[in-house]
Structures are given as structure tokens and as C-alpha cells.
């Protein structure tokens, strides 16, 4: 072991010493490697250190936000029209799956929906941050729900998500007003952007849940959990939790909204009922109706255009955007007028033959044999286009106009629903603006009787009737009756609000009231088909041409094609002493007036009454 | 042998192991940590690690008190009984993950590969002592160590550990580099592995392999599967910012979101929680470990401890940089622990001896010519 030990003891100095020198090189290579260590070290947690810590808050805390129950929407009863139910949607979070092809290829299976559809919606959120979740599937049914409930743990990445969904009780029923709620977009979230919205949130995008969408919503509340890596809850750090939408009470009855949706079923056209002293509206609906349901989760191209393409123009509120001539409604309009500047007095007789001829030309009475001798009162109550022609020459189109607006025609009503029009009352200066031409005295006659350039709401005409019999006032019609928060707090209450009063003196407006009672009263009345046995109710016929053409002067209505039909109107109130409800039907193509609308609108006033009378009957 | 000098006592290098207690405890202090939420069962693993490190420093009083050149002539036994292990491994180990690294000794499992680095290191330097290196080595006269490094290298990548198995190429490369190689030769074996890479990358990586290194090019490509390591790494330590989190309060150690982290990810945790300043410290720590080790080197008086030293402190070096680096995101996720820091009985004993035989190294610097 010894010798061993010597023969290792013999150096060679010269290539120790040589070997001692590349330590030194060695050195420097230790040297430069852990000096690039420390460089990453630098650039990681000093020079991206803000980064970096973001994502690992992100990867730990998973704020979730909590919808909050919308508000419900009831009627003047406090009857629930809409509320909300649970709806499951199935999300995705791609951060927690490992494996993500081998979860979306269970899924697809689950959701017997080809893996393709599920990988499209996922590109559709390519530039969403992955630990972001997203909805894949919305309004999933309980079975699938069990299903993947059931099956989590092999689902990772895929999460349930509950939402408050809208649930429309009843269907429907006055589905213009109360509207639809859809996805936000791009544009509202930035003009949202202080208003603590998120992408995929619901809002109201149209009618009472658009235009009360802030007292509806409610405030969302928000979890945080902290996750493992598996997106687990590994516990709750902090909760706020949401609180839910005002709930809002309309002025509409469902008794009366379901009657007159009833009544117009199978039509296109508009009811307006309103309470003639306040301006409630107690039913307003267009038909068709849209179709709510459709609109849940986000409603189909295909639904959608099938809306967009009717004929009958569901997507259109026709109470407030649909615009008709008014017809012999607006007769009301130039009688007053006619009294008010001593045109006639209620004595003045007029003869009807049938016709009037002025210029080169004839201009006929709906009744071709002519009324004979007619006065105010009958003039109305029988509807005599030659009496009024020749009154409304004597005014002129624009002492016509100003009554017409004075009545709240060619300005909209203010009600609370966004796009209303305004409707039409020519005057001699609109017409040299819009056509630069001057106007033809000719055209003053067709005015007076509610054709022309006249267009019209079945909205104003409700609401001009109200204001013919409650006296004089122009009521501003309104939907809101209240709005109560969640704790039961009235924070909004409805209030009658007046336009102003309308021309003409009460003794004029009662003459006018009368003559209206006696439309649906006596014989020869033109609205018979709306008298009731024990209400007595007043109201005007009217009958608009859809074109000025003769072609189809002597045929058949049934023979005219649709499109070309008159629009049928029919506004009436009732009780005639002291007028409650003031009801305005318009049937689009419906024919003449009397016989299309008059039934519809009693049914609404039979029910109003009905309704009244079990009421008073309930009291002790 | 035992011949006790009074003079070993005096030249017992209480700084080189003062500087191993302090990455010990820093080791152990953060695997307390990292293994805190941990779901495991039984011993927790910072107390495993301590015993492990109670037993590396009997270790080392045993080794330093030996003289280490008696390594000289159990070179050779050593190497055959390390090859036989990962042989041995191979046929009957215990697979974890797909790989057979581990053989139970019923108390203990052993992972060959670990004490194999080691067996290589003292190899290659008994076979360098005897050459004359004078003049740098030709191409034939590297047949010998080319083959001693070889074959645990081949039995290394089939079970399969692509990072150890590099390791002893590291351990070969340097060595060999540090014993002067003749330019034409460096010339012809740096052309020949330039030229195998393709061949290694289509034939002989598992396809796992390949995949950690395209992921490693191009982390975002794929930061779900196997990208996902590497990401969550450099998120923990990137978080730490200047401070870090606090000790037990790193999120992406507590909440799972590492992997491996009392194991190869050990410094990523470290780092969360103690920031850019506590790696400084450790990192400080390794270097001046290495640069002492280095000067083990230079201050022995025999070729033989010159190049045993070097080697071990090589493969310390090399296993650290590789480690650090891949947490930090700087090479591809390879199975690589950081000495002393990571958990993990067989790197930690390996190690240790490497001390040991350092420590005896340096004890034995002024009796060489006795």
C-alpha cells in the first residue's frame, strides 16, 4: 500500500501547473453562466415582475360575477307578466382542462351535437383570456344538466353556470311593449363602459326592458374563490352578493291586454285602451305579436328573419309606429274646429247629395245616394264626408292643422316607448318644403275627412279621443304605474301629466260627445256593432284608403287584394256621461270601420265593465 | 490508512461545509413549504430530506477521513457496481411515470443514475491521472473514456432519463476539456455530434422528449399540456418580484399550480416566496460553493485530486445551471433536481459524498509531498 501511495506522489509540476491554469478558465465559464442566471432572474421578477404577478393572481382568484335576478314586470294589478326562472348554461374554461380535445369530445357526445359546432363557438372566443370562461351551450335541459353534474371530475374545464332567465308567463301577451332582452355588443359595452357591464351580459334591448333596463337589472354581485390548479374552489374569500332588479308595475290589465290580443287574433293592426282622466294605458298591443320565447339565449338568424320578412310586420309596434291616414276619425278634428270658429253652428244644415263637386272634379260621399240634409250631430253620427268637405274648405288646411295639433295629431304622444312616430299634418308651408309646391284647395277637402297627406297613430287617436271627452285636456299616455325596489320601496309613481287643453269650449266638446253617443246609439249610426246593453258608449268609425286609385271603387272588398284593402278604424269611449276608458282599434286592410274594429272594441269595454262591476261587487 | 494526522483536524474546511448547511436549511425551510398543502401521506418530505442530510454529513466525517486517493484503486469497482445498478434497474425497477429509475431497498429507494454521475466523475479522473496529458489526447486514446462514459450513458436513456444521460456527457465534455484534448480531435467529435443531432432527435428521443424540446422553442404553441410546466414556473418565480410572496404564502406553490415542486421545481417555490432577493441569496450561495470548490482544485498538490475535484465540482455546477435554467424558462424541462435543494434521497446522498470527497480533497492539500 505504501509503494502504492509513493508512486502516486510523483508529480509532474509542469502539468499540474498547467491544469491549475484552466481552472481559472473554468472559473470564468462559472462565472458567465450564473451571471445569465441572474439576468433571467432580473427579467423575470424585477423587469416583468408586474406581469407575471398578474397572472398568477389570475390563475388563483377567480372572481365570478353574479347575475342578478332581474325585476319582474306585473300589471296594474300586480299580476306577474314576466319573471324569471334558472337557466343552465354550460361553460368553458380553457385554462382548467389539460386535456381539452378529449373533454370536447365527451361533451359533443353529451350534447349529441357534433364537435365541430362546439369547436366553432370556442374559436369565436380565440382572443379571450384563457382563464376567462365563456357559455358553449345555453338553456341546457335538466337531463344534461344531471348528466354532466354527475360527471365533473372527468369533465375539467367545463362548468355549469346559472343565469336568470326571462320567463314570460304569459306568453306573448303584449310582447311589443315589454320587448326582448339580448346580448350585449361591442358598441353598448363601450358606451356602458362606467357602468359596470361584461361581455356575454343580457340587456334589455328593446321596449319597457330596454327603456327601464337600470331599475330592472339590478347589481351584480361577485365571488371570489380561490382555485387549484384543477379550477377548483379551494375556499370563498369574498362575496357581495347581488341584488336584485326593481320590480315594475305597468298601467296595462292582463284581463284587457289578453282581450284585445284575443280579439285581434289572425289580424294585423294595433289596440290602444286608456283611461281617458289619467292617461293609463290599460292595454296596448300591436299583432302580430313577436314571439318572446324565440328571444331567450339570443334569437336565431333564422327566427329573425322570419319576423324581418313577414308581411305583417311583427317586428313592428303598430300602436305607436304604425302611421294610417285617420279617416272619418279625424272628423271629430274638423268639427270641432268648424264650431270653434263659427264655420256652422250645431244648426247649419248642409245638403248631401252623394257627392260635392269642386274644380273639374267629384268628390264622393261614402254613401252614394247622399245623406240628404244633415247637421253637425248627424254629420257625425253618420259619418258625411260632403258635409265636412265642404266645412274643411271653409277652414282651410291650415285652421285644420292647427286643431288637429292642438288635439295632439302630427307630434308624438311622449309615452314612454322609444321610436314613436309622429304621424302627419299637412299644411301649406309643409308642402312647399317638402314638395315645393303650393297647395291645392282640392287637397284641403280630402284633409277634412282624414285622407291625404294625413297620417296618423291609432296612439293620438286614442288619445285625441280622450281629450274630445275628458274635458279638454291632452293627457300624456303612460305605461309606468310604479316601480318598488327590493325592499319593497315605492321609488317611482306614476302621475297623470297634461299637455295642455286642447281649442274649443266644453259646451262645443259636449256637443261634439254627443254626437258621438249617438255613432253607436240611434239608427243609422255608423258604430252600432260596439253598442253595449248597459253602458252607454259613444265613439267615430273610420275607414282609410290605402290608395287613391277608382280601380277598385266598385268591388267587392273581398275581392280587392289584401294589400289594397282600406284600414279599418274604430275610437270609442265609454261611459258617455262621464267617460272612464277611451278604446281605439285599427285593423290594417280590415274594410270599413264599423263592422271590422267595432267588435273589437266592445269586447275590450265589455270586459273593462265586467271587470268593474265584479270589483264593485266584491266590496261590502 | 487510518493513519490520523492532527493536521486534518486544523485543515477541516468548516466554510465549504458551513456554505452546504446553509443551502440545506434553505433547502429544507422551503421543501416545509412546498410540500405544506401537498396531499401526501405519511413522513412528511422536509423530514425525510432532513434525515437524508443527518445521514450525507456522517457521510462526509466518514469520507474526509479517509484518504481520498484510495479512490484510485476502487475506481474500477466502483464504476462496475454503478452500472450494474442502472442494469439491474432497468430489468426490475420500479416504474414511475413510464421510466425505470428506481430500485427499493425497501427502506429507501435508490435511483442508480444518481451515484452513477458520481462513479463516472471518479472514473474518468483515475483515468486521466494515469495518461499523460501533456500533449492532449488523439481520437484513439479517448476510445477508453469515450466507452467508460458510454455505456451508463446508454443504460441512462433507455430508462428512459434524457436529462442524466446528458449529465454524464457534461461530466465527460468537461473533464475531458479540462485535461487539454488536441484541436483536431475537439474538431472531429464536435463535427460528429453536430451531425448526430438530427439522427438522436428522429431515432432515439421518445416522443415526449421531442415534444418538451418544441414546446420549449415555442411555449405558447401549447400552453396547456406540456408548455404548461414551464409557464406556471416562470409565473411563480416571475411573481415573486422583488421580495416575494412571504415564506408558505406563494400562491403557485400553495395552490398546486406548479409541478414538481418539492422535487425539480423546488427553486420556484423558493423563489415566489422569497423574491429576487432570497434567490440572490441562494444563487450566492451556489456560486460561492462553485468558486470554492474550484479553488479545492487549484490548492491540491496531486493531479489526481485536481481532477477529481474539478469533476465534482462540475457536476454540481452542471446540475444546478441546468436546473435554474429550466425553471426559469431559459432550456427545456428535463428531470434535472438542484443538489442539495431538491427533494430527493439519491441525488442528496450523491452529493453529499461529492462534498466529502471534496472536503477530503481539500483537508489533504498540504500532505501530498509528506
Known amino acids: 500500500m505504501s509503494r502504492f501511495l509513493t508512486s502516486i506522489h510523483k508529480i509532474d509540476e509542469a502539468e499540474l501547473n498547467t491544469l491549475k491554469r484552466r481552472v481559472d478558465i473554468a472559473t470564468a465559464v462559472a462565472i458567465f453562466f450564473i451571471a445569465l442566471l441572474i439576468v433571467r432572474l432580473w427579467y423575470l421578477q424585477i423587469h416583468r415582475g408586474d406581469d407575471y404577478s398578474q397572472l398568477s393572481e389570475n390563475n388563483r382568484i377567480r372572481a365570478q360575477n353574479l347575475n342578478a335576478p332581474r325585476g319582474n314586470i306585473l300589471d296594474r294589478q300586480g299580476r306577474i307578466i314576466v319573471t324569471n326562472r334558472p337557466c343552465f348554461n354550460i361553460v368553458w374554461v380553457r385554462e382548467d382542462a389539460p386535456n381539452p380535445d378529449e373533454v370536447l369530445k365527451k361533451l359533443s357526445r353529451i350534447l349529441n351535437e357534433d364537435i365541430s359546432v362546439i369547436l366553432e363557438r370556442i374559436r369565436s372566443y380565440a382572443d379571450h383570456p384563457r382563464y376567462m370562461p365563456f357559455r358553449l351551450k345555453e338553456d341546457i335541459d335538466w337531463r344534461t344538466l344531471v348528466y354532466i353534474e354527475n360527471h365533473r371530475l372527468d369533465l375539467p374545464g367545463i362548468r355549469i353556470e346559472v343565469l336568470p332567465n326571462r320567463d314570460y308567463l304569459h306568453g306573448d301577451l303584449a310582447s311589443h311593449l315589454i320587448g326582448y332582452l339580448g346580448e350585449i355588443n361591442e358598441n353598448e359595452l363601450k358606451k356602458l363602459s362606467d357602468t359596470n357591464y361584461d361581455l356575454g351580459d343580457q340587456l334589455g334591448k328593446m321596449g319597457i ?194 286643431y288637429a295639433q292642438s288635439m295632439g295629431l302630427g307630434k308624438t304622444t311622449g309615452i314612454e316607448l322609444e321610436n314613436e312616430k309622429s304621424g302627419l299634418t299637412p299644411t301649406d308651408a309643409w308642402k312647399r318644403q317638402r314638395y315645393k309646391e303650393a297647395w291645392q284647395e282640392g287637397e284641403t277637402l280630402s284633409v277634412s275627412i282624414g285622407q291625404g297627406f294625413n297620417l296618423t297613430t291609432p296612439l293620438q287617436i286614442c288619445r285625441m279621443t280622450a281629450a274630445t271627452v275628458n274635458g279638454g285636456q291632452l293627457i300624456r299616455p303612460q305605461l309606468l304605474e310604479a316601480i318598488t325596489d327590493p325592499d319593497g320601496k315605492k321609488i317611482l309613481m306614476f302621475e297623470p301629466v297634461s299637455d295642455g287643453k286642447i281649442l274649443g269650449t266644453p259646451e262645443q266638446l259636449d256637443l261634439i260627445r254627443d254626437a258621438l253617443t249617438a255613432v253607436v246609439n240611434e239608427q243609422h249610426g255608423t258604430g252600432r256593432v260596439a253598442h253595449l246593453k248597459n253602458i252607454s258608449v259613444g265613439g267615430k268609425t273610420g275607414t282609410a284608403q290605402v290608395i287613391h286609385l277608382s280601380t277598385y271603387k266598385d268591388v267587392d272588398e273581398k275581392d280587392i287584394p289584401y294589400k289594397y284593402r282600406d284600414h279599418a278604424w274604430f275610437t270609442c269611449f265609454a261611459p258617455t256621461e262621464n267617460p272612464e276608458i277611451a278604446v281605439t282599434v285599427l285593423i290594417e286592410h280590415g274594410g270599413h270601420g264599423g263592422s271590422a274594429a267595432g267588435p273589437v272594441a266592445k269586447q275590450i269595454l265589455e270586459r273593462y265593465f265586467a271587470q268593474k262591476d265584479a270589483a264593485e261587487n266584491a266590496k261590502p | 490508512m487510518f493513519r490520523f494526522d492532527r493536521r486534518l483536524l486544523l485543515n477541516f474546511d468548516w466554510v465549504f461545509l458551513l456554505t452546504v448547511v446553509l443551502i440545506a436549511i434553505m433547502g429544507l425551510t422551503n421543501l416545509y413549504s412546498a410540500s405544506h398543502s401537498g396531499r401526501m401521506l405519511g413522513t412528511p418530505v422536509y423530514m425525510k430530506q432532513l434525515y437524508f442530510f443527518l445521514i450525507g454529513f456522517g457521510l462526509v466525517l466518514a469520507i474526509v477521513s479517509v484518504d481520498y486517493k484510495v479512490l484510485l484503486s476502487w475506481n474500477y469497482p466502483l464504476y462496475t457496481a454503478a452500472c450494474l445498478l442502472l442494469l439491474f434497474s432497468l430489468l426490475f425497477g420500479k416504474s414511475v411515470a413510464n421510466t425505470q429509475r428506481w430500485i427499493n431497498f425497501g427502506f429507501f429507494y435508490l435511483q442508480p443514475s444518481e451515484p452513477a454521475k458520481l462513479a463516472l466523475v471518479i472514473t474518468l479522473a483515475s483515468y486521466y491521472y494515469r495518461k499523460d496529458t501533456g500533449k492532449g489526447f488523439s481520437l484513439r486514446e479517448l476510445t477508453v473514456p469515450m466507452l467508460l462514459t458510454g455505456i451508463p450513458f446508454l443504460l441512462i436513456l433507455k430508462q428512459p432519463d434524457l436529462g442524466t444521460a446528458l449529465m454524464l456527457l457534461f461530466i465527460f465534455v468537461s473533464m475531458t476539456l479540462f485535461v487539454k484534448l488536441r484541436w483536431q480531435t475537439l474538431a472531429i467529435l464536435t463535427g460528429t455530434c453536430l451531425s448526430a443531432i438530427p439522427i438522436g432527435w428522429k431515432f432515439f428521443l421518445k416522443p415526449y422528449q421531442r415534444q418538451r424540446i418544441e414546446t420549449f422553442m415555442n411555449p405558447e404553441g401549447d400552453p396547456l399540456n406540456t408548455g404548461y410546466h414551464i409557464m406556471q414556473s416562470k409565473i411563480a418565480v416571475g411573481s415573486g418580484m422583488k421580495f416575494g410572496k412571504g415564506f408558505m404564502h406563494g400562491t403557485q406553490g400553495q395552490l398546486d399550480f406548479l409541478p414538481e415542486r418539492h422535487t425539480d421545481f423546488a427553486f420556484s417555490v423558493w423563489a415566489e416566496e422569497w423574491g429576487f432577493v432570497g434567490s440572490l441569496v441562494l444563487l450566492g450561495c451556489y456560486f460561492f460553493m462553485i468558486l470554492w470548490g474550484l479553488n479545492i482544485a487549484v490548492s491540491s498538490r496531486d493531479k489526481f485530486g485536481v481532477l477529481l475535484a474539478f469533476g465534482i465540482v462540475s457536476l454540481i455546477f452542471w446540475q444546478a445551471f441546468i436546473n435554474l435554467a429550466m425553471v426559469m424558462g431559459l432550456l427545456p424541462v428535463v428531470g434535472m433536481p438542484l443538489p442539495l435543494f431538491s427533494y430527493g434521497g439519491s441525488s442528496l446522498m450523491t452529493t453529499m459524498i461529492g462534498i466529502g470527497i471534496l472536503m477530503n480533497i481539500r483537508m489533504r492539500r498540504y500532505m501530498a509531498s509528506s
Open chain 1, 209 to 402: 326592458e330596454k327603456i327601464y333596463e337600470k331599475y330592472l337589472r339590478g347589481e351584480k354581485g361577485r365571488k371570489y374563490v380561490e382555485v387549484d390548479v384543477h379550477g377548483l374552489e379551494q375556499k370563498q374569500i369574498n362575496t357581495r352578493k347581488p341584488l336584485p332588479g326593481d320590480d315594475l308595475q305597468l298601467t296595462i290589465d292582463i284581463d284587457l291586454q289578453e282581450t284585445a290580443e284575443k280579439a285581434m287574433a289572425g289580424k294585423a293592426g294595433a289596440v290602444v285602451a286608456m283611461n281617458v282622466n289619467t292617461g293609463e294605458l290599460l292595454a296596448l298591443t300591436s299583432t302580430p305579436p313577436m314571439h318572446l320565447q324565440e328571444f331567450i339565449g339570443g334569437i336565431s338568424t333564422k327566427a329573425w328573419n322570419s319576423m324581418l320578412n313577414n308581411p305583417l310586420h311583427p317586428l313592428i309596434n303598430k300602436a305607436i309606429q304604425g302611421q294610417y291616414p285617420p279617416g272619418s276619425t279625424y272628423k271629430i278634428v274638423t268639427a270641432l274646429a268648424a264650431l270653434n270658429e263659427e264655420v256652422v253652428t250645431p244648426d247649419t244644415i248642409i245638403y248631401c247629395s252623394g257627392s260635392y263637386s269642386f274644380g273639374n272634379r267629384k268628390y264622393g260621399c261614402w254613401k252614394k245616394h247622399g245623406h240628404g240634409p244633415v247637421n253637425l250631430r248627424r254629420a257625425l253620427k253618420e259619418s258625411c264626408d260632403v258635409y265636412f268637405y265642404q266645412v274643411g274648405q271653409k277652414l282651410g288646411v291650415d285652421t285644420l292643422a292647427r
